[in-house]
């Protein structure tokens, strides 16, 4: 196993069950973290908080993450940014780990794919500027929260209701 900013050795425990350590850091965001529509950007600081805990079975990891994410109102396309706390726990195995388990390799741990996992569950996946927001006129595009009495009314172009009739026709 490599090193990295998510790799963490856990001699210090020394495989006694009860033995625990807890960091506190600051750590630089890897490229791709969460998702496409809400992200947390590379290089941004995640504080970390971790306890890494040996059991009998491995070393349980649990802590909190806490990163900024950035991305765009799924119906308006506003910037909307939030400050999330991540809750991570995982168990790692010293030896016979499963398929989906992660195994404590040369006394190392690696809480890279624990940390994305748990981004992409704990970010929305339909981020919104505001739980009301109202989205854009399908008319013409404006965001109907910068005015909400937005409409067109009668001061619709002609041209364009005549357009709207022709497009509306063959549905009916
Ligand atoms: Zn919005
Ligand atoms: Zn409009």
Redesign the pocket.
Known sequence: MTSGPFVFDTQVLGRRPGTEKSYELVVDAPADLGLDVFGVPEGSPIDLELRLEAVMEGVLATGTASVHAVGECVRCLEPVEDDVDVDLQELYFYEGAGEDELAVEDEMIDLEPVLRDAVVLALPHNPLCDPDCPGL?P????RLADDPD?T?GDAIDPRWSALTQLTERPEE
């Open positions: 006129c008319d013409c595009g404006f937005h067109h």
